[in-house]
């Protein structure tokens, strides 16, 4: 009996082991194209809410991938046309506080975004002169990364 329980524990041990080898590797991602090893549960998830961007704000640094969801947009700003092009607007954090969201529009078509869409982003964040920041929210033509987004109503924008 002693040595089915060791059995046991060492298949049991094995399958741990090969599974978070999986999930370093990105494997079994169902196509998120999850290269850091992110639980794929929560890549490219537009309900995942907003509290990992809210705690990337208040830590004021920079966070590789980072997603959320229900952020209402407040505001529109210029476009950048200096070099690549991007689209700019402002979101509304569960916590009230705003993030600027830059969307690179010479990778991808321009987002239909208006003010009051609910939106779901993932992407780069970074605090700026101006305040957070999220960008490359669109797929990694170098698949270094995982693949960022903008979804609204249903619809994804440059994920791939």
């Known amino acids: 009996m002693k040595?089915?329980?060791?059995?046991?524990?060492l298949s049991l041990?094995?399958?741990l082991v090969i599974s978070t080898a999986e999930a370093k590797r990105g494997g079994n991602n169902n196509?998120?194209?999850n290269s850091r090893g992110e639980d794929s549960s929560t890549v490219n998830n537009p309900n995942v809410g907003d509290a990992a961007i809210v705690r990337a704000v208040d830590g004021r640094?920079?966070?590789d991938f980072v997603e959320g969801s229900g952020m209402v947009v407040t505001k529109l700003l210029p476009d950048d046309n200096v070099g690549?092009?991007?689209q700019k607007w402002v979101v509304r954090l569960s916590n009230g506080k705003e993030m600027q969201a830059v969307y690179n529009s010479d990778m991808c078509p321009r987002v239909p975004v208006k003010v009051g869409d609910v939106v779901a982003m993932g992407g780069m964040f970074l605090w700026?002169?101006?305040g957070p920041m999220i960008h490359w929210l669109h797929h990694?033509?170098?698949?270094?990364?995982?693949?960022?987004y903008v979804m609204?109503?249903?619809t994804y924008y440059c994920k791939d």
């Open 152 to 154: 609204i109503n249903g």
């Open 61 to 63: 640094k920079r966070v």
């Open 13 to 15: 041990t094995a399958t």
């Open 140 to 148: 990694d033509p170098k698949g270094s990364r995982p693949d960022g």
């Open 31 to 33: 196509g998120n194209n």
């Open 128 to 130: 700026t002169e101006v």
């Open 3 to 9: 040595a089915f329980s060791k059995l046991v524990l």
């Open 84 to 86: 690549l092009k991007h």
